[in-house]
């Protein structure tokens, strides 16, 4: 529709009309600029023919962009940015006073609450019971609690998938003896931590190790005791423990 500046000997305000029966694009008297509403409520007011969709972009091929949805007059909602043919490669919402939202491939990968808090971010990590059934050395047993996002433990170790800093918690303990016993982390065969106890041989002994290292993508976790303490089971121990989780 072609657009027609009224001329100002015609009209005693200034403004952008069509020349039909409908207005296209109206600028208020705070030149507040509305498309597809007569009343804009703010400095870009962009609303179209539904209210699921606010700001859309078209190629030649039919295939829809959307950039922006922000959210209706009554402010319901805000959300999708960059959803490609349909699928949502990649978008953000996040209601009025609810959390924001994060997805890729349709998929939510993060979330931040509505007090700032960051609550779902599928970081990879895994919690359960290591021990070896020589009762000394690298653990080569693990007998899983939990697990989430491909860390899992296999042929004596924990890959790590991507690189970042980890959070390794390990707690071990041994049988009564007589000398001293100690208890490493490893990371790709290296000692990175270590925990002893005294040689008294009164009591079992107790250690624990936390330490939070930047690793790179496929380094590996190992973590070494010098006297496994083994009852028999083969469920989770709570007195033997290895847990990494990767921070970011």
């Known amino acids: 529709m072609a657009l027609t500046k009224i001329p100002s000997e015609l009209s005693s305000t200034t403004g952008i009309v069509d020349n039909s029966n409908a207005t296209a694009i109206t600028i208020d008297s705070s030149e507040n600029v509305g498309i597809g509403t007569s009343s804009p409520s703010t400095g870009l007011h962009v609303k179209g023919a539904g209210s699921a969709s606010w700001l859309t972009l078209e190629n030649t091929t039919s295939s829809n962009y959307s950039i922006v949805d922000f959210k209706n007059e009554n402010g319901d909602r805000v959300g999708y940015v960059g959803t490609y043919n349909g699928d949502d490669a990649f978008y953000v919402y996040g209601a009025r006073n609810g959390p924001m939202q994060f997805f890729t491939n349709a998929s939510e990968r993060m979330r931040i609450d509505s007090s700032g808090r960051v609550t779902m971010p ?27 996002n491909t860390l899992s433990f296999s042929n004596s170790r924990v890959t790590v998938p991507v690189a970042g800093a980890y959070l390794i918690n390990f707690n071990t303990i041994s049988d009564t003896g007589t000398g001293r016993v100690d208890a490493d982390v490893k990371v790709n065969g290296l000692n990175v931590a270590s925990s002893l106890t005294e040689a008294n041989g009164q009591g079992y002994h107790q250690k624990n190790t936390s330490v939070v290292l930047n690793l790179s993508a496929n380094d590996y976790i190992q973590v070494d005791n010098d006297d496994w303490y083994n009852a028999g089971a083969t469920y989770y121990d709570n007195w033997r423990t290895l847990s990494v989780t990767l921070l970011g």
């Open 122 to 148: 599928s970081q990879p990590h895994i919690h359960g019971s290591p021990s070896n059934a020589s009762g000394s050395g690298i653990a080569n047993a693990f007998y899983t609690s939990a697990s989430r």
